[in-house]
């Protein structure tokens, strides 16, 4: 039997571009997920890899599209040749029941995870860069009102409470708060 794993990273991504390859090769069943390839915990590879029977054929669109790192991909292909399930990818052109597929594998898992080792080195440099030339992550500053150190003080002294000086201020519980804790 032909059988189909199909992945995208996030819910915003669709599989169609793969699951139309798919239907081309004319496999029987699809496993369709929208789920990081970070691990191998995920629950269609699961239902994928314990549907799988002797003599079936995986397709998948790219090596990339069933794991991230060669370890995970290696140990995926295991677990396929102890049922004696064959894995064909339609991107890197292989297949894993010749001997020259179990070789390209395992140099295009090793190819893959170095461009994703250096995608993640490329953007911590670019991160460790932008914040030396001082471009500043994550939430702006918050500005604060220009009555807020008189309100403050109405509120340290019981003319006010809590909630009659974020009114006040116009500020929510949390931002109140906070500038009030970095002011000392």
């Known amino acids: 039997m032909k059988i189909a794993y199909c992945r995208v990273s996030t819910l ?4 169609a571009r793969q ?5 081309e090769v004319g496999v029987d069943i699809m496993f369709i997920e929208k789920a990081s390839g970070k691990n191998t915990d995920r629950p ?3 239902k994928m890899l314990t549907y799988a029977r002797n003599g079936d054929v995986l397709y998948i669109e790219s090596i990339s599209r069933l794991a991230r ?3 995970d991909l290696l140990n995926i292909v295991e677990l396929l040749k ?15 029941m010749t001997p020259q597929g179990k070789f390209m594998l395992t140099i295009f898992a090793a ?5 994703r080792e250096t995608t993640l080195q490329r953007q911590a440099e670019g991160i460790s860069a932008a914040k030396m030339a001082g471009l500043r992550f994550g939430r702006p500053i918050q500005v604060l009102p220009d009555n807020f150190k008189a309100v403050i003080s ?7 409470n809590a909630v009659e000086a ?7 519980k949390t931002t109140f708060y906070k500038a009030i804790k970095e002011m000392g």
Do not use: C, H, P, Y
């Open 44 to 46: 269609e590879l699961k």
């Open 154 to 160: 109405e509120w340290k002294n019981g003319k006010v």
């Open 166 to 172: 974020m009114e006040k201020l116009r500020m929510k």
């Open 19 to 23: 699951e139309i390859a798919m239907n």
């Open 82 to 96: 102890a049922k004696n399930v064959g894995l064909i990818s339609l991107k890197e052109n292989f297949d894993t």
């Open 12 to 15: 915003e991504q669709n599989t």
């Open 111 to 115: 190819l893959a995870e170095l461009e």
């Open 69 to 71: 790192s060669v370890k």
